[in-house]
């Protein structure tokens, strides 16, 4: 089976927040979707090993800000790539409560409160089914879809989400081919974990000669998960 394939589907960018244990907590989602219109529903899945599916099993009320193509990518790496059990995403950001529900306001298009009504058990995910009782527009800003974060932002989908795909080893192997065909004295690396971009002639310092336990600034992870891009 080509996993590629469900790349073509057409996704948003969302965070999704809540407050749990007297901590604001929150993440990156991309699979909001809508079920109904007269009585708003909407559904979207997390990861089990999410800090923040636990919370919003919890609390069972929670807000979603949608993203705009001109927020801070900063915000998107901070609320997807840290877990908010240790981490507090959102003290360098812009937001506002809501009912005591902290809300991302800073490149936000809107936000919609919502009330849990259902979870289903989807094996690695969670489906939650809930009810829109609140919502507010923020910006005429464009709505960034995942397609463009990908294409334009060069960002990837972090192992818990539910559209990560893994790059396999030919994948990787031609990006590499590709590198070393171009004969360029400065080469660029790029995590495949986050998307974080290693410039040799912006950082003076070749890949190889980075120390072995060195870590990708953005997602923590090391040298093994970079490979050379044209």
């Given at each position: 089976m080509d996993n590629n394939v469900f790349r073509d589907i057409s996704y948003g960018l969302y965070i999704i927040s809540t407050k749990y244990n007297e901590r604001n907590v929150g993440c990156v989602i991309n699979t909001v979707s809508q079920v109904t219109s007269e009585n708003p529903i909407i559904s979207f899945s997390l990861n089990k090993e999410n800090?923040?599916?636990?919370?919003?099993?919890?609390?069972?009320?929670?807000?979603?800000?949608?993203?705009?193509?001109?927020?801070?990518?900063?915000i998107i790496y901070k609320f997807g790539y840290?877990?908010?059990?240790?981490?507090?995403?959102?003290?360098?950001?812009?937001?506002?409560?809501?009912?005591?529900?902290p809300v991302i306001t800073e490149g936000i298009c809107s936000y919609?409160?919502?009330?849990?009504?259902?979870?289903?058990?989807c094996e690695t995910h969670d489906l939650f089914?809930?009810?829109?009782?609140?919502?507010?527009?923020?910006?005429?800003?464009?709505?960034?879809?995942y397609r463009y974060y990908h294409e334009v932002v060069k960002g990837s989908a972090p192992k818990n989400a539910p559209t990560y795909i893994e790059v396999n080893q030919e994948e990787e192997?031609?990006?590499?081919?590709?590198?070393?065909?171009?004969?360029?004295?400065?080469?660029?690396?790029?995590?495949?974990?986050?998307?974080?971009?290693?410039?040799?002639?912006?950082?003076?310092?070749k890949f190889e000669d980075l120390p072995d336990d060195w870590k990708c600034p953005?997602?923590?992870?090391?040298?093994?998960?970079?490979i050379k891009i044209p």
């Open positions: 800090y923040t599916n636990e919370a919003i099993k919890n609390t069972k009320k929670f807000a979603i800000s949608i993203i705009s193509e001109t927020i801070n990518n900063d840290y877990s908010s059990k240790d981490t507090d995403k959102f003290e360098e950001y812009k937001y506002e409560l809501c009912d005591d529900i919609l409160i919502c009330e849990l009504i259902q979870t289903i058990d089914i809930s009810r829109v009782i609140d919502t507010k527009k923020l910006s005429s800003e464009k709505e960034m879809t192997q031609n990006h590499k081919n590709e590198g070393n065909l171009a004969n360029k004295e400065f080469n660029k690396y790029k995590c495949i974990i986050c998307g974080y971009i290693y410039d040799e002639e912006v950082e003076k310092v953005r997602c923590g992870v090391g040298k093994e998960n970079f």
